[in-house]
Every structure is written in C-alpha cells, then in structure tokens.
C-alpha cells in the first residue's frame, strides 16, 4: 500500500496523480502531491514507477497499514527502490530491461521480423 510521498523530493510533476488507476492521490494547493485516498491503493506500484524523483514508497504489505519511517528508508536507499529492481533507471529514461513484459514485446518485436523476413519474395 502507498505508505509516502516525500515532499522534500516531489516536484509537483502530478505523474502520479495521473497513473494511479484507483485515483488515490490529489495535487496539493503547494503542487506536492497528497495520499487522500490511502485505502483505496491496490499495491499496483505505478506510481514508484514512474516518479521521476523517486519520492514515493510502496510498501509490498497491500492490506497493512506499514508503519514506515521516510528517513529510515532514505538511508536504506529504499525510496524507488521497486523501479530500480524492476530495471527502470534513474529519471525513468532507458526503459525496462528486467522488465519481462519489456523482454517479450522485444521477442515479439523479433519473431514479427524474422517472419516479414520469410514473406519477402527473393530478387530475380
Ligand atoms: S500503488 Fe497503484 S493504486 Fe496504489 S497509489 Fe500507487 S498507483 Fe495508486
Ligand atoms: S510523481 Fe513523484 S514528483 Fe511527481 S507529483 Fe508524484 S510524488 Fe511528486
């Protein structure tokens, strides 16, 4: 469940606000954003994903409030830390290379080649 949103990182970019598919956060009058609708979380980790900042901790418990300390978690270098295990990089540019989904829609990508490659008649 969404445990943090840490202020001192957010810039106010609303990503969050805008992937979170149950609609849990709300842009702060001061842009930062805000957990308003904590129970809804489904633990999905969108939002860890695609923070630019790595502002936002997720904790894997879905059904327990988790009772986290953001500084503890800074010095465990645990904020973002979902995205980096999932291979995402810093500033989420360069993909998803651990990704498995990321993997399959490249060997997809591969088989649809190889077969335009066979229906390609062969120059006289
Ligand atoms: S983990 Fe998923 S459902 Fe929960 S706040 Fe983040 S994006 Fe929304
Ligand atoms: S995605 Fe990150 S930086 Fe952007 S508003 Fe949400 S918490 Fe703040």
């Known amino acids: 469940m969404i445990e943090i949103v840490n202020s001192d990182r957010c810039i106010g970019c609303d990503i969050c606000v805008k992937v979170c598919p149950r609609d849990v956060f709300d842009s702060g009058d001061d842009g930062i954003a805000v957990i308003a609708r904590k129970s809804d979380c489904q633990t999905c980790f969108l939002c860890e994903l695609y923070c630019p900042v ?27 830390s979902y995205t980096r295990n999932m291979g995402w990089h810093h500033g989420k540019m360069g993909g998803t ?16 080649d190889n077969a335009r490659l066979i229906d390609t008649p062969l120059a006289e």
Do not use: F
């Open 97 to 112: 290379d651990k990704d498995p989904t990321q993997q399959l829609r490249i060997l997809n990508r591969v088989r649809q």
């Open 54 to 80: 790595d502002a936002l901790y997720v904790s894997p418990y879905a059904e327990l409030d988790d009772k986290v300390d953001t500084e503890q978690l800074i010095t465990q270098n645990l904020l973002g």
